[in-house]
């Protein structure tokens, strides 16, 4: 919400999507951005239906999780005027390893903390119960094949364990755009 609040005091008009078993949507098997990112293809469906928005610039925006599921559905949208991918993860395998090892003390995530086989094990079962691979959760390939003219902007933040800064930079790496169409914070 403060970033749209942001937006909307700049005259943009803002919607915010909560995904699946996140806020007070609906459960359904988490699937780490690859079903999400089907509520987000609806998402952009369900505007650029409303009468007068067909053609309205349209930026997508993810943070952490979510950007997940704005880079799998990037290539099911065409016409974005920019997308914002804000901690933004390369893999979804690695990205759980890292989570799943968290170890920082009195940090109340810490309790994830697992050691393989553990991690592993814990990773298969999610796949197992949801119903997909978590190979298949690759938004780095997906981002490095975007159309060339398409602005992004990445951004990272230097203790972010999640979405490390070495991670946020090799996505930028591999962005196809000239470095006018891309920015990294």
Request: hydrophobic share 45%.
């Amino acid at each position: 919400e403060p970033v749209a609040s942001m937006w909307r005091e700049l005259g943009c008009e803002c919607w915010l999507l909560e995904l699946r078993n996140h806020g007070g949507s609906t459960r359904a098997p988490f699937t780490a951005g690859l079903r999400e990112s089907d509520d987000v293809v609806r998402a952009v469906e369900f505007v650029r239906k409303q009468a007068g928005r067909e053609r309205t610039p349209l930026i997508l925006w993810g943070v952490s999780l979510g950007t997940l599921a704005v880079s799998m559905a990037l290539p099911r949208i065409d016409g974005l005027a920019g997308v914002v991918l804000d901690a933004p993860m390369d893999d979804l395998t690695a990205a759980a390893h890292r989570m799943l090892s968290f170890d920082r003390g009195p940090d109340r995530r810490s309790w994830l903390h697992l050691s393989e086989p553990w991690r592993s094990l814990v990773i298969l079962s999610l796949e197992q119960w949801s119903g997909f691979r978590a190979r298949d959760v690759s938004p780095g390939e997906v981002l490095a094949n975007l159309p060339q003219d398409l602005p992004v902007l990445l951004v990272g933040e230097g203790i972010d364990d999640r979405a490390p800064p070495d991670t946020v930079e090799r996505l930028f790496a591999r962005l196809p755009m000239p470095a006018e169409r891309k920015q990294l914070w």
